[in-house]
Every structure is written in structure tokens, then in C-alpha cells.
């Protein structure tokens, strides 16, 4: 080997789970996202492998609620400033209420790479880890969202949106 050169040494488990080449999936049950990373310590790799998951899955809710709820009051006639100012609060009165107690873990897979110094050799790990939330977790939160909109309406515009998108979407 050559300085510089990197060679994975170990794997736990032996084999790269599937669920390693898909960083998101939905389910009918579940989101789930996969984290990762790179670092000296197996401990703090895992750890920061799963905040990196919890980061993915608030962004698939983010992008989730954008398109639902986006979908939902598709041909209200109001504002482009108004629907912005609308999608805006639910996004993050959705994101806000995941809870994040419902998140399980799903896998863990880390990698021990040998790396050749010029005094020798060094290892890191990397990390992977895989996390799942209900569905169910998601659409609490959305059905969370529409009530605060309805509440929270204070003009023409925000009512209308806040109807359209509670007339579709409530359960």
C-alpha cells in the first residue's frame, strides 16, 4: 500500500446492507432515511451518522408537507405573496410537530478503513445508520398544521388557503 492509500479492514455486518444505496423511502407504514459519516471514533461516527439521518428525515417532511399541501389548495385564487406566507407556516408547523420519540432505528454499518501515513498507519470509521418514523407520525403533525392554519387565519386570502387545504386533507 501506498501513503495515502485507504483499504476497508472490517465491516459490522460483514456485508453492506441493502438499504445502504437509498438514502429515502416511503412506505406505507414509514419514512425511512439513512445518515451517515465519516470520523476517528466509532461512538461519535454512529451518533453523528444518526443526527444526519434525523437531518434527512426533517427535510422527506419538509419536502412531503411542500407537495401535499402545495397540491391541496392548487387553484385558490389568491396571491402568489399569500400562498408563499401559506406554505411557508404549514411546512414548518409540520416539520416542528414530528415527534421525534417515533423515530426507530432500522440498521446500523460502519467500516473500519485502514489509511497508510508516512509514520504508519491510522483507521476511521464510516458510518452509516438508517431510521424510520410512522407515517402515522407525519400525518398527526400535518392534521396539526391544518388546525393551527384554520386558527391562525387572519385574512381573506390565509382563510380561503386554510379551508381548501383542510377540505382535502383531513383524514
Not at 76 to 81: D, L, P, R
Request: glycine fraction near 6%; charged fraction near 35%.
Amino acid at each position: 500500500m501506498k501513503r495515502g492509500e485507504e483499504r476497508v479492514v472490517d465491516r459490522i455486518p460483514d456485508r453492506p446492507p441493502k438499504w445502504l444505496n437509498t438514502p429515502f423511502e416511503e412506505t406505507k407504514e414509514s419514512f425511512l432515511v439513512k445518515g451517515e459519516a465519516k470520523g476517528g471514533d466509532v461512538a461519535i461516527c454512529l451518533r453523528q451518522a444518526k443526527a444526519n439521518a434525523i437531518q434527512h428525515l426533517v427535510e422527506a417532511v419538509k419536502i412531503k408537507a411542500r407537495s401535499e399541501f402545495s397540491e391541496a389548495v392548487r387553484g385558490v385564487n389568491v396571491s402568489e405573496a399569500s400562498l408563499g406566507r401559506y406554505l411557508d407556516s404549514v411546512i414548518a408547523w409540520t416539520s416542528e410537530n414530528i415527534e421525534v420519540s417515533g423515530i426507530v432505528p432500522r440498521g446500523e454499518y460502519r467500516e473500519k478503513v485502514l489509511v497508510r501515513t508516512y509514520d504508519g498507519v491510522r483507521y476511521y470509521y464510516n458510518c452509516f445508520a438508517r431510521l424510520s418514523i410512522p407515517i402515522e407520525s407525519y400525518l398527526r403533525a400535518r392534521e396539526t398544521a391544518l388546525a393551527r392554519s384554520t386558527a391562525e387565519a387572519q385574512d381573506a386570502d390565509a382563510k380561503a388557503l386554510a379551508e381548501k387545504a383542510k377540505e382535502k386533507l383531513s383524514r
